[in-house]
């Protein structure tokens, strides 16, 4: 089992990786407005755009299991 230490440690990156990757998606949010409203093809754009929100899931889940961790570690 993980000690208490490193599981904190982890769920602090977890939650700057969130918190970087929702700064990300907002600004290509606005980079995809702007190119709409420039009429300008967005296909690269929403791409990347499907995979920072696929990317933000996925530090979720581990944020989530991280926290798990830490719950059954707490007890």
Do not use: C, N, Y
């Not at 599981?7 to 907002?26: S, V, Y």
């Amino acid at each position: 089992m993980p000690d208490l230490a490193t599981e904190q440690a982890h769920l602090a990156q977890a939650e700057r990786d969130i918190a970087e990757g929702e700064k990300r998606i907002f600004r290509q949010e606005e980079l995809l407005a702007h190119l709409r409203s420039q009429d300008q093809s967005t296909t690269e754009a929403e791409t990347l755009l499907r995979v920072l929100q696929e990317t933000l899931e996925g530090w979720k889940a581990h944020r989530e299991q991280i926290l798990r961790v830490l719950g059954h570690q707490e007890r």
